[in-house]
């Protein structure tokens, strides 16, 4: 018999409507396009505040993709929900971020090591000190397999997670780059944070989409293309994480 679930902002008619791994971008109609593009027969499972969810399969497993909305808040919310009441395993968050290392371009894929934040989310979880924010290294590890293998130019270490798109402050994004921070982006320490609180994995692939030092941007074909090559990491590592 089928078994609906109610959460705040998820509403399924059956748990077996979400799949063990879900793609999280931010934009709830980019996750619309890559069902619509990466995925076979997809289905719609929510639609609630317009915060689109799709399963489908690729290669064979079910996969599915469904939006954060923006900044770490918003993102707790899915991913907590995702996680706890319909039991799913791993979400590998697909994103922009703006680049601050002279290791990265335009163009090129991200694979978050770990995040540093400006956040106060994790203050929540009681732990004195910082609580430090990582990816799955099972993920990450076949993530890089994959950007290999599919001949993308991915390059792995720590992002900020920045609470402000506007931060106030002018010098810290030079800070950040003194610290070896390769780009800057708004989801992934809450994505890890969350992670880590559940008991389940993670991990945030993203595409530098501008360049906060050198001014390079893409215009929105070139964003489309590199895109392209963030999402078949990203799903070559979905489908490495499902048995």
């Known amino acids: 018999m089928a078994k609906t679930s109610i959460s705040a902002s998820i509403t399924v008619k059956d748990n077996t409507d979400i799949a063990k791994v879900v793609l999280m971008p931010g934009d709830p109609l980019r996750a619309k396009h890559v069902a619509d593009h990466y995925l076979e027969n997809p289905v719609c499972f929510n639609t609630i505040r317009n915060m689109l969810g799709y399963t489908g399969t690729y290669r064979g497993k079910k996969i599915s993709v469904m939006g954060s909305g923006m900044g770490i808040p918003s993102l707790g919310i899915y991913a907590t929900e995702l996680y706890n009441q319909f039991d799913v395993d791993a979400i590998i968050r697909i994103g922009s971020a703006g680049g601050l290392s002279d290791k990265v371009k335009v163009r090129d894929v991200v694979i978050a090591m770990a995040a540093s934040t400006n956040s106060s989310y994790g203050d929540a979880y009681g732990i004195p000190g910082q609580l430090a924010a990582a990816a799955d290294y099972g993920m990450l590890a076949d993530s890089v397999a994959a950007a290999k293998e599919l001949k993308v130019n991915a390059v792995v270490g720590n992002v900020y997670s920045s609470d402000f798109f506007y931060y106030p402050q002018s010098d810290l994004n030079q800070k950040l780059r003194d610290f070896g921070h390769l ?61």
């Open 183 to 243: 780009a800057v982006e708004m989801e992934a320490a809450g994505l890890y944070w969350t992670a880590a609180a559940c008991h389940k994995k993670a991990l945030s692939i993203l595409t530098i989409s501008d360049h906060i030092f050198t001014g390079e941007a893409l215009s929105a074909e070139e964003r489309q293309n590199s895109f392209h090559d963030m999402m078949k990491v990203a799903l070559e590592t979905a489908w490495h994480a499902i048995p």
